[in-house]
């Protein structure tokens, strides 16, 4: 991967491939919401998709989906109102991306035109954007409608009051985990074959033996583009390891291979596709350098020799994670790892559930004790490098049910959904009574969730 962040709230949104309607089927307008139609086929599309996620419905979802369209169009509707207006640049972010891995989950562009009915992608991409756009607008126009929630101490402690212990929220068990770290040595022979691959690779594409798309297919250690011809995407400076996106920016010729460039992820060469604005699409081949077992075992020698110095009271686990450790996300935290929130780079805890930490360390953990250090193991980074790791556990908390004194924060965050939920209901309520609703014959026999549809 040459992303510097992972986009696992991103796909989990937009990645799942919906179908569309049976042609069969005749489409027909079902619902009328102010001037906004809601047809057949829409309610058909997302049931499809719905059904794709293995997501069942408490319910008729031939009820349940149109409801929620419509409850969709009175947002949309006020936000034409109120100005409202969702952020381009997002747009075609979410749904480039969201096309990248349409197209790597179907296995080429042509199976996904197939899969929509013959569909270009071009017309597959627009139908992404006004879904996406239209999300987001809803969600600015409810951010609006709420406005700042605020509670106080007392509002969380009255709702805690309120309900009865059994519809208390279990929190799960939780740790905090300082962790040192050593990258094995790679040989300079081994870094020098990488390159020399490279060079040969740049040097096969410029003689016209080898498309640049189809050397990565065959050779790049990046899974998640390889498959695309090593395209990327089209992503910002942010979204980029530096190292990649200043040379990759740098580009102008898209006949005209990039110098090798090292990452923390490997060694690239780059070939740029096309610049959009702050954005640039790129393909690129990543090669990286194998960790022999022998470097591994000297690696974990040399760390054991330092655990074997802090236990000994020679340095302090904390100098070891500012001084020593390769780690250089934890090195400024006295080795404390932080678990960042991906989806608003804003937020972040110490705090990990078991299922959060990287591969290999929850086993690890889960025998230790609070203050107890680890012996050395192996594990792999966020570059995916084979590395080797001391950890200590800072602390633990035990699975329990909700209660004031130790969950105030997540009991907070209850009660503002509590109220936002609220807040949008009576909004929801309000409006229905002010805008034109035709619901056709055969679609009204509905135990809706909103009665005020029907009047």
């Given amino acids: 991967m040459i992303q510097k962040k992972l986009f696992i709230g991103i796909i989990s949104v937009f990645a799942t491939i919906t179908g569309f309607a049976q042609k069969n089927v005749i489409d027909e307008v079902i619902w009328v919401v102010g001037d906004e139609a809601i047809l057949r086929s829409d309610v058909e599309n997302q049931r499809l998709q719905l059904q794709y996620e293995g997501i069942r419905f408490d319910g008729d979802p031939y009820c349940i989906i149109p409801e929620q369209i419509a409850v969709n169009k009175l947002f949309l509707s006020q936000a034409k109102i109120d100005s409202i207006y969702a952020d381009e640049s997002n747009v075609l972010r ?16 042509e199976k996904l035109e197939e899969y929509y009915n013959g569909k270009r992608l071009s017309q597959i991409k627009e139908d992404r954007k006004k879904l996406v756009r239209e999300q987001q607008v809803v969600e600015e126009m409810k951010n609006k409608i709420v406005g700042d929630i605020r509670l106080t101490p007392s509002d969380v402690r009255r709702y805690f009051s309120q309900i009865s212990q059994d519809s208390l929220p279990m929190i799960p068990s939780t740790v905090e985990v300082a962790i040192v770290t050593m990258e094995p040595k790679i040989p300079v022979e081994d870094v020098d074959a990488i390159r020399a691959r490279l060079r040969e690779y740049t040097e096969q594409i410029n003689k016209g033996e080898y498309t640049f798309s189809s050397l990565a297919i065959m050779f790049s250690e990046d899974l998640g583009t390889a498959m695309r011809g090593g395209v990327t995407g089209l992503l910002s400076k942010m979204e980029l390891a530096p190292e990649y996106a200043t040379a990759a920016f740098a580009l102008n010729d898209p006949n005209r291979i990039s110098n090798i460039v090292e990452t923390e992820y490997g060694f690239h060469i780059i070939q740029l596709i096309e610049k959009r604005g702050d954005r640039i699409d790129t393909r690129h081949i990543l090669l990286r350098p194998k960790v022999s077992e022998q470097e591994i075992v000297k690696a974990i020698e040399r760390l054991d020799s330092l655990y074997t110095d802090i236990v000994a009271g020679k340095l302090t686990f904390e100098e070891a994670a500012t001084y020593i450790s390769a780690d250089k996300d934890t090195r400024n935290n006295k080795g404390l790892m932080v678990n960042k929130d991906e989806e608003s780079q804003n937020l972040s805890t110490s705090k990990f559930e078991m299922q959060e930490l990287p ?82 014959d055969g679609w009204r026999q509905c135990d809706f969730n909103y009665p005020g549809w029907i009047k």
């Fill in 359 to 440: 591969q290999g360390m929850g086993v690890i953990i889960e025998k230790m004790a609070v203050g107890e250090i680890s012996k050395p193991f192996r594990m792999k980074n966020s570059s995916d490098k084979d590395i080797v790791a001391i950890v200590m556990l800072k602390s633990r908390v035990n699975a329990h049910q909700a209660n004031v004194s130790d969950d105030y924060q997540a009991l907070k965050s209850l009660v503002e959904g509590r109220k936002r939920e609220e807040l949008l209901k009576e909004w929801i309520v309000s409006k229905q009574k002010t805008t034109f609703v035709r619901i056709a």
């Fill in 94 to 109: 979410y749904v480039d991306r969201w096309v990248n891995f349409a197209i790597n989950q179907m296995g080429s562009q």
